[in-house]
C-alpha cells in the first residue's frame, strides 16, 4: 500500500537529490534535503485538509483533482511562483529571471538579495496571517492548551489578527527605517518598500481568504439544495434533479480545493525563500514537496486516519508562524538556513510525538470515565 501509493514521489525523491548533488555538490545536496522536509512538513497540513473534502466526492472529481488540479496549483504555484516572485521583486521580465538564474548566478543573486526586503515583508505577513488566523480560532480539541485557551479567548474580539499583524508590519517597517536613519538613510526607500510588500501581502491573504470563504458558503448552499433535492426526489420517485445539483456541489467543492491549494502554496513557496535564494535548488526541493501533497492526500482518503494524529494540524500552522517570524528577522538579520529549516521539522516531529502520546492515553483510558477520555483528548 505505502509504496503503490508514495512509488513516484519516492523515485521523484531520488531524482531531485541526485540532480541537487551534480548541480552543487554536497551543500546543494543538504539544501534540497531541507526544502523537501520543510515542504513535506507543511504539505501535511493541505494534504489532511483536501483528504478532508475529497471523500465527499466521487471517484471522477477526485481524479480531477489529483490531476488537473495538482498540476495547476501545486506545480503551478511551487515551480513556476518563485520565478515570479523574483521578477516582479527585482522589476525583471520571468524570462529574464530564470536566464539569469541559470547563466548568471552572481548577478541573480544580486537581484534577489536587493528584493529580500519586499519578498520578506509579503510572504512574512501572509503567513503571519495563517497563523494567527488558526491560534485564535476556539477548537474542541488544543495541543497546547496554555497557550491556545487564551488566545483562543481573545480571538473572540473582531479583526484581532488583522490589528496585530499591521502592528507588525509597523515596527518592523519603523524599525528598518530607524536602521536607515543610523546610517545616513540608505535604506529609506526601503523601510517604506518594506510597509508597501507587508500590506500587498495581507491584502493577497485576505482576498484568497474571502474566496475561500465564498466558496466554502456556496458549497454548503449546494448540500444542502442537494439534500433537500434527494428527499423530493424520493416522494415523488425522480432522481434526475439529485444529480445535476450533485454535479454542481462537486464543482464548488474543485473550486474551493483549488483556492485552498493556492493558499496553503504560499507557505512553502515563501518558506523556501528564508532557505535560499538559488531558483534550482528551490525548483529541485519544492517539485518533490508536491509530489508528496498528491500521495499524502491519496493514502489518508484511502485509509481513512484522519484524526488520527490530530495535533499534526497544530504543528504544521506553528512551523508557519515561526517561519513568518523568521521571515520578518531576515530583513535586516540573517539567519542560517539550518537553522531555518529545522525549525519546521521540530514542531512537526513534536506535534506527531504528542499525537502518539494522546492515542496511548485513550487507549489506556478506554476502560475509564467519559471525563477521563475528555481530559485526555483535549490535548497538552
Known amino acids: 500500500m505505502i509504496l503503490k501509493t508514495f512509488g513516484w514521489s519516492f523515485a521523484i525523491t531520488v531524482l531531485g537529490l541526485a540532480a541537487a548533488v551534480a548541480y552543487g555538490g554536497w551543500e546543494a545536496f543538504g539544501i534540497v534535503a531541507i526544502l523537501?522536509?520543510?515542504?513535506?512538513?507543511?504539505?501535511?497540513?493541505?494534504?489532511?485538509?483536501?483528504?478532508?473534502?475529497?471523500q465527499k466526492m466521487n471517484v471522477f472529481w477526485q481524479k480531477i483533482f489529483l490531476t488537473v488540479g495538482v498540476l495547476i496549483a501545486v506545480f503551478g504555484m511551487r515551480l513556476v511562483f518563485p520565478v515570479v516572485i523574483v521578477a516582479i521583486s527585482a522589476k525583471i521580465g520571468p524570462i529574464e529571471a530564470v536566464d539569469l538564474a541559470l547563466n548568471d548566478a552572481d548577478r541573480y543573486q544580486e537581484l534577489v538579495t536587493d528584493?529580500?526586503?519586499?519578498?520578506?515583508?509579503?510572504?512574512?505577513?501572509?503567513?503571519?496571517?495563517?497563523?494567527?488566523?488558526?491560534i485564535f480560532e476556539d477548537r474542541d480539541i488544543q495541543w497546547l492548551r496554555w497557550i491556545e485557551r487564551p488566545l483562543a479567548k481573545l480571538g473572540k474580539v473582531d479583526m484581532l489578527s488583522v490589528c496585530i499583524a499591521l502592528v507588525v508590519l509597523l515596527v518592523t517597517s519603523m524599525t528598518f527605517a530607524t536602521h536607515a536613519h543610523q546610517h545616513g538613510g540608505a535604506h529609506v526607500?526601503?523601510?517604506?518598500?518594506?510597509?508597501?510588500?507587508?500590506?500587498?501581502?495581507?491584502?493577497?491573504?485576505?482576498?484568497?481568504?474571502?474566496?475561500?470563504?465564498?466558496?466554502?458558503?456556496?458549497?454548503?448552499?449546494?448540500?444542502?439544495?442537494?439534500?433537500?433535492?434527494?428527499?423530493?426526489?424520493?416522494?415523488?420517485?425522480?432522481?434526475?434533479?439529485?444529480?445535476?445539483?450533485a454535479g454542481k456541489a462537486a464543482f464548488f467543492m474543485f473550486l474551493y480545493l483549488e483556492v485552498l491549494d493556492a493558499s496553503f502554496s504560499f507557505d512553502g513557496v515563501i518558506g523556501a525563500f528564508a532557505v535560499t535564494n538559488d531558483i534550482v535548488l528551490m525548483a529541485l526541493g519544492l517539485g518533490v514537496g508536491a509530489m508528496y501533497v498528491r500521495s499524502l492526500t491519496v493514502y489518508l482518503v484511502r485509509q481513512g486516519t484522519l484524526d488520527d494524529y490530530v495535533y499534526l494540524e497544530h504543528g504544521a500552522h506553528y512551523a508557519i508562524g515561526a517561519l513568518a517570524v523568521v521571515l520578518m528577522i531576515t530583513i535586516q538579520y540573517e539567519i542560517p538556513e539550518i537553522v531555518t529549516g529545522s525549525i519546521g521539522v521540530l514542531l512537526i516531529a513534536w506535534s506527531f510525538w504528542s499525537s502518539v502520546?494522546?492515542?496511548?492515553?485513550?487507549?489506556?483510558?478506554?476502560g475509564g470515565s467519559s471525563e477521563d477520555k475528555t481530559e485526555v483528548s483535549s490535548g497538552v
Open 36 to 54: 523537501c522536509v520543510l515542504e513535506i512538513s507543511l504539505s501535511f497540513d493541505n494534504a489532511v485538509v483536501n483528504a478532508g473534502i475529497l
Open 189 to 245: 526607500d526601503k523601510a517604506q518598500t518594506v510597509l508597501i510588500s507587508g500590506i500587498a501581502g495581507l491584502i493577497t491573504y485576505l482576498v484568497v481568504g474571502g474566496l475561500s470563504g465564498y466558496f466554502e458558503n456556496r458549497l454548503e448552499e449546494e448540500e444542502e439544495r442537494e439534500h433537500e433535492a434527494e428527499e423530493e426526489a424520493k416522494r415523488s420517485g425522480k432522481k434526475a434533479s439529485a444529480v445535476q445539483l
Open 357 to 366: 502520546r494522546r492515542n496511548k492515553r485513550l487507549a489506556a483510558a478506554e
Open 115 to 134: 528584493a529580500h526586503p519586499s519578498i520578506a515583508a509579503f510572504g512574512g505577513m501572509f503567513l503571519l496571517m495563517i497563523f494567527l488566523d488558526f
